[in-house]
């Protein structure tokens, strides 16, 4: 009895033990401290105002929840000069180390994405990968004068210097990768004396793994031993804003979004009422504009595009036989190209593209154009002016001057003429004066009618 009764005590005693070692085991981790928090930014865009915002909160949320590392990952084919120059002045200043991962295997930091890269405290590479060619060019894409190109290549160039020699990294490739157009592997980055990047990582917790008690130097000269070991990773997503705007804050998305509204806008004109092509054409327009607003932009572009739009409003109201049309499409088209006022060739407009854009909207107008101009000359069939020409018969006689009776349309109408009308013959109407037509005798009828 007394053996049943301690078997049935051993299930109870399990779960205590299983507690116990339980709340131990907490009060041990406790002991050593909670887990490092490392924060995860990823960019895949061009650098623009909006993705240095996202880069920015990021950093500034870390610094305000004590975080121990912001890892940036980071794709991209480049960007405005003014944003990287934000985005580094922010990983410089910021209290939380700043790891750039370019990442995962395929992808590239070029021009832009170059300078954040050499600019972090750990610059980190996924194997396939390759960084530089961060030459500048002009604002179409074409060779500057020799003058400009010297003074524009210079001062990036001074400015990858002092970022390279200050991270104590080869100052000579990060020159050679703006003046040269140079780009480089992961292995050629590595492997450069000194090199150009601090480590190769397959994934963000191969980094991780790799910067565990590691020993880095930031940019006042100081430096900071990194713990990650089971560090608890949160991903910082761009909010809902930002998410729009990256999307749209690109010129070609901006110009299809201008392109779309103007056409929206020109078939609500065409055919008031419609409300469908008005609605989508506004909220087309407004995002273009809001998108055009954080895009540097040279104004003279923007008022040849909005000169077109008014050349296109006005064939609506004048009938100009698409010379105002014409007009506005080929203003439209030199504004588009000189709308993106950056060197950077990412952000250009392409002759290609603003052609094909231009003049797809120039045919679409020029075919509302047709129809309205058509329809402009199509003789009414409806109302009293739709009765002018019609044919109808007396059914009595008429004098000069005199009224009778008409059969038309299937009605019967009181009638006026200016000549003689027997009763039975064939009439034409020339006019309608409230309930009282004029009419004459009919001659020829005109080719495609009958006479009654």
């Known amino acids: 009895m007394r053996r049943q009764r301690a078997w049935r005590r051993w299930p109870r005693f399990g779960w205590r033990l299983a507690l116990a070692l339980w709340v131990l085991g ?3 981790r406790a002991a050593d401290g909670p887990a490092p928090l490392v924060y995860v930014a990823e960019v895949d865009a061009l650098i623009h105002p909006v993705s240095a915002e996202y880069i920015l909160r990021t950093i500034e949320r870390a610094d305000e929840e004590d975080a121990d590392l912001v890892v940036l990952k980071l794709r991209t084919p480049g960007g405005l000069v003014d944003s990287t120059r934000a985005i580094n002045a ?52 074409a060779p500057m004068d020799e003058t400009t190109a010297k003074k524009a290549a210079s001062d990036v160039a001074a400015y990858a210097r002092s970022l390279a020699d200050r991270r104590h990294r080869n100052v000579q490739l990060a020159e050679r990768a ?53 560090a608890r990773l949160v991903a910082v997503d761009m909010n809902w804003r930002q998410r729009v705007l990256s999307a749209i804050a690109h010129p070609q998305v901006a110009l299809l979004l201008f392109s779309l509204g103007t056409l929206g806008l020109t078939i609500e004109l065409w055919n008031p009422g419609a409300i469908l ?50 007009g506005g499409i080929v203003s439209m088209v030199l504004g588009a190209l000189m709308l993106i006022d950056t060197p950077a060739p990412e952000m250009q407009l392409g002759l290609p593209f ?14 509302l154009a047709r129809l309205g101009i058509k329809a402009q000359l199509t003789r009414p ?12 018969r007396a059914l009595t006689p008429m004098e000069p001057g005199g009224s009778g009776r008409v059969l038309t349309h299937g009605e019967i109408w009181t009638a006026t003429a200016d000549e003689p009308v027997a009763q039975g013959e064939s009439v034409r109407i020339v006019a309608v004066d409230g309930m009282t037509l004029t009419v004459r005798r009919a001659g020829p009828a005109p080719r495609g009618e009958q006479r009654p």
């Open 26 to 28: 907490a009060l041990a």
């Open 90 to 141: 922010g990983i410089i200043e910021a209290k939380t180390p700043v790891v750039v991962y370019v990442g995962p295997s395929g992808a590239r930091a070029a021009s832009a994405g170059f300078l954040i890269t050499i600019a972090a405290d750990v610059a980190a590479m996924a194997p396939g990968t390759h960084i530089g060619a961060a030459h500048p060019v002009s604002g179409g894409g």
């Open 178 to 230: 703006v003046l040269e157009s140079q780009s480089f592997t992961e292995k050629e980055a590595l492997e450069a004396s000194p090199p150009l990047i601090d480590l190769i990582a397959s994934d963000v917790n191969d980094l991780l793994h790799q910067l565990d008690g590691r020993v880095i130097t930031r940019w006042d000269g100081s430096t900071v031993t990194l713990e990650t070991g089971d």
């Open 277 to 326: 092509p008005g609605v989508v054409g506004g909220l087309c327009l407004l995002l273009a504009f809001f998108a055009l607003q954080i895009l540097p932009i040279n104004y003279v572009g923007l008022l040849l595009i909005l000169f077109g739009l008014v050349l296109l409003v006005l064939e609506m109201l004048v009938t100009s036989y698409g010379l105002l049309a014409t």
């Open 354 to 367: 603003v052609l094909a854009t231009m003049l797809a909207l120039g045919l679409i107008t020029a075919m």
């Open 381 to 392: 069939v409806t109302g009293a002016v739709g009765m002018i020409d019609e044919m109808g």
